[in-house]
T-cell receptor
Framework: DAGVIQSPRHEVTEMGQEVTLRCKPI?????LFWYRQTMMRGLELLIY????????DSGMPEDRFSAKMPNASFSTLKIQPSEPRDSAVYFC????????????FGSGTRLTVV | GENVEQHPSTLSVQEGDSAVIKCTYS??????FPWYKQELGKRPQLIID?????GEKKDQRIAVTLNKTAKHFSLHITETQPEDSAVYFC???????????FGSGTQLTVLP
């Protein structure tokens, strides 16, 4: 398995633009998580899905953020409009339904909003 | 929700010495405690985990201990090597839920 695949690896965008981050989880993993990492706030959970259904989105900062999982092999995180404070590394991770429960993280998307 | 505190934030050791990183958690129903290693510019990677029905687990030079009564768990790295230099994160779930709350991280530097 190629692991969790994220794209793009780097994204530089202007304030106000729409940004879409993509994730392909490991095949067979039922859980998918979106985390944001910054120096100030560390690793923060934004949202997670179980069998393509959003379970907890309480970490989504505000209405500018949205996430979808249309099928078991694809998820998107969208920011519209983007702001400089959204600059961070966004990680997608997946986890199986049965033990061991450990997450496998993707390589992350480094987002810079200028 | 779950609150995870991690100490120290930075740790420097001489090559060959041991390193210990400690975490506390707040939710007494939490049942799974993983540790992740993140090298500079890379993804966090799971290095070891422990379930709540086990007090200690070892894997070569790394070990994790859990004290459920005190709600704390620790990572022990023996015979440290320069390639152990990285940021280490502990994590705990909210009860038996699947989402993890991460500690703030420990920057470990192994000096040659």
């Amino acid at each position: 398995d190629a692991g969790v695949i994220q794209s793009p690896r780097h994204e530089v965008t202007e304030m106000g633009q729409e940004v879409t981050l993509r994730c392909k989880p490991i095949s067979g993993h039922d859980y998918l998580f979106w985390y944001r990492q910054t120096m100030m706030r560390g690793l923060e959970l934004l949202i997670y899905f179980n069998n393509n259904v959003p379970i907890d989105d309480s970490g989504m900062p505000e209405d500018r953020f949205s996430a979808k999982m249309p099928n078991a092999s694809f998820s998107t995180l969208k920011i519209q409009p983007s702001e400089p404070r959204d600059s961070a590394v966004y990680f997608c991770a997946s986890s199986p339904r049965t033990e061991p429960y450990g997450y496998t993280f993707g390589s992350g998307t480094r987002l810079t909003v200028v | 929700g779950e609150n995870v505190e991690q100490h120290p934030s930075t740790l420097s050791v001489q090559e060959g010495d041991s390193a210990v990183i400690k975490c506390t958690y707040s939710d007494s129903a939490s049942n799974y405690f993983p540790w992740y290693k993140q090298e500079l510019g890379k993804r966090p990677q799971l290095i070891i985990d422990i379930r709540s029905n086990v007090g200690e687990k070892k894997d070569q030079r790394i070990a994790v201990t859990l004290n459920k009564t005190a709600k704390h768990f620790s990572l022990h790295i023996t015979e440290t090597q320069p390639e152990d230099s990285a940021v280490y994160f502990c994590a705990a779930p909210e009860g038996s839920a699947r989402q993890l709350t991460f500690g703030s991280g420990t920057q470990l530097t192994v000096l040659p």
